[in-house]
């Protein structure tokens, strides 16, 4: 295999991670999910929250394989300007899902994933262009452990003393002192996507990069991946390590988080890529190959649906109304089924549904691309 062509694996990886975004994204109720589908409370890390680090971790990756022969040119205008659209296309597709369908500037929420994931490529694309990888392994250091210092050591205006609980610690001050009314409608006064949490997320992206370079740089497919699951090993007992005292949490998007996240995704990339693009075993994977090959467009996609369903009103026969979303769960999958079952069943049935839309897509080689 050789790898200036397409990496078939990171296609699958990405695939799997937006797939498992749609799947956790859209239970039938809330009110009836099977645990490792649900966010940790707080501090803590379950496989749903590994869905977003995984995607800043793969646009690290692509990076490098986008870029990785632009380094000798450095950063050009001309490149310059194609990064700063492809992150202002990015972010305005999180605005837009945001806004859809009441369009009130006044209280849209201005954070968000594709927000965050926008901004993670710009500097981290900056820096690919701008610094080699020793420097950058030095930035994502710094980064994270400014952040730590910052989290941990800083007092919290209004509050006092540094802590980490939702709603008093320093990003949730930051946040709500700069984007007052324009925060995740759940808490109103912070942010999952905020704007001081950015900052260790860019330390994601870093990570990826160097695993792409890591990707180029050994040729022995078993030593490259003995290598990744070597390092990748390493992040998570770091991450696990600094949890003890800056505890793993998805929301802050702590130092240890990032560590922990990044080495299980450097695994599991690893493990893609031995049975995919060294060994060739791919017949389970082509689904998921859709998927990663279409992902801007079907997490859009997804979103818009999900909400055209949940704010249709139709008659629930009894006088009064309920959203569309319910009356198809109700009548095609709870009247039937076990709640907690009948949930994920309808998921399931939503990620087939677009798997087979994106199916007929690759088959006409329909490719969204930003």
């Not at 659209?85 to 859809?100: C, D, E, V």
């Not at 949890?243 to 695994?267: D, E």
């Not at 389970?284 to 190959?289: A, D, L, N």
Request: include cysteine; glycine fraction near 8%; aromatic fraction near 16%.
């Amino acid at each position: 295999m050789k790898l200036n062509d397409r990496l078939e694996s990171l296609d699958v990886f990405r695939g799997i991670t937006v797939a498992s975004m749609i799947l956790v994204n859209n239970p039938g109720t809330w009110e009836h999910i099977y645990s490792p589908l649900r966010h940790a409370p707080w501090n803590g890390c379950t496989p749903t929250d590994l869905i977003f680090p995984f995607f800043l971790f793969i646009v690290g990756v692509s990076i490098h394989f986008a870029y990785q022969y632009k380094t000798s040119e450095g950063l050009t205008q001309k490149v310059f300007l194609k990064i700063l659209r492809r992150t202002l296309i990015i972010f305005g597709l999180g605005l837009f899902l945001s806004l859809f369908p009441k369009f009130d500037f006044s209280v849209v929420r201005i954070p968000g994933v594709l927000q965050r994931i926008s901004i993670v490529f710009f500097f981290s694309s900056i820096l690919y262009l701008t610094t080699g990888w020793l420097a950058q392994i030095r930035i994502a250091v710094l980064l994270l452990f400014v952040y730590y210092i910052l989290m941990n050591f800083v007092p919290v205006p209004g509050f006092g003393e540094p802590n980490l609980e939702p709603g008093t610690n320093l990003g949730a001050w930051l946040d709500y002192t700069i984007l007052e009314g324009h925060l995740w409608v759940q808490s109103k006064t912070w942010d999952p996507e905020g704007l001081l949490s950015t900052v260790p997320a860019i330390g994601t992206g870093i990570i990826g990069m160097l695993t792409g370079k890591l990707f180029t740089e050994i040729k022995d497919p078993a030593k490259r991946v003995s290598w990744l699951f070597f390092i990748g090993a390493i992040l998570i007992v770091l991450g696990l390590g600094w949890g003890l005292f800056f505890p793993i949490n998805k929301s802050l998007w702590t130092s240890s988080f990032v560590l922990y996240t990044a080495g299980i995704a450097m695994q599991f990339l690893a493990a893609c890529h031995w049975l995919i693009d060294v060994h060739g075993v791919k017949a389970w994977s082509k689904p998921f190959t859709w998927y990663g090959m279409n992902a801007i467009f079907v997490f859009v996609a997804s979103g818009l649906i999900a909400k055209i369903l949940i704010r249709t009103k139709v008659d629930d026969g009894a006088g009064g109304e309920i959203s569309l979303w319910t009356l198809i769960y109700n009548n095609a999958f709870e009247s039937w089924l076990a709640p907690i079952n009948a949930s994920i069943l309808f998921a399931l049935t939503l990620v087939s549904l677009f798997g087979l839309l994106l199916w007929w897509m690759h088959k006409k080689k329909i490719f969204i691309k930003i």
